[in-house]
């Protein structure tokens, strides 16, 4: 998407300099939104942050334990092993091999779960961001409104603030 409208950016401007007559008396007005300080700072992005946060805390505690636990057995392996009985030795450096397996899974597990729901909540806020750009294009008659990536943005064409200010009011 973004590398669309980067084409459509140096499409627009090819045909501008290509055309001087064409660009000479018309008045563009262009926008830009900064989408990294969107995602940040907009209501439905805080929103859906403190929802994910809520979604895995559980799941994000039960993981803090089990690595608390594996430390613990690990530093009584270190400070008792030597003087403990071969059978035990052996059977709590296999418990400890499989904990620390088992933190490795869940932790795994948890950072593609969270991606992935990170990603679906974004793509939600992503698409109300632009339905709310949009309006504010037509509203305001812009004939251009970028987003990032782009190399400079004037902070005079920036709209990032109305975007964030609409997202909120919804």
Do not use: H, W
Request: proline share 2%; with cysteine.
């Amino acid at each position: 998407m973004q590398q669309l409208v980067v084409c459509a950016v140096g499409a627009f401007l090819a045909a501008s300099l290509a055309a001087p007559g064409f660009a000479q008396g018309a008045d563009y007005k262009i926008g830009f939104v900064n989408s990294e300080r969107l995602f940040r700072e907009a209501a439905p992005a805080k929103r859906a942050q403190q929802k994910l946060e809520k979604e895995f805390a559980g799941r994000d505690a039960e993981i803090q334990k089990l690595g608390k636990q594996v430390r613990d057995l690990q530093a009584a392996l270190e400070k008792d092993g030597v003087t403990m009985a071969e059978g035990d030795r052996r059977a709590k450096e296999r418990d400890l091999a499989n904990m620390s397996r088992d933190l490795q899974r869940m932790q795994r597990e948890f950072r593609e779960d969270l991606n992935l729901r990170r990603n679906e909540e974004l793509t939600a806020v992503q698409e109300r961001a632009n339905k709310v750009i949009q309006q504010i294009a037509i509203d305001e008659k812009f004939d251009l409104i970028i987003q990032d990536p782009v190399i400079y943005a004037s902070p005079r064409i920036d709209v990032t603030e109305r975007v964030i200010k609409a997202l909120a009011d919804k």
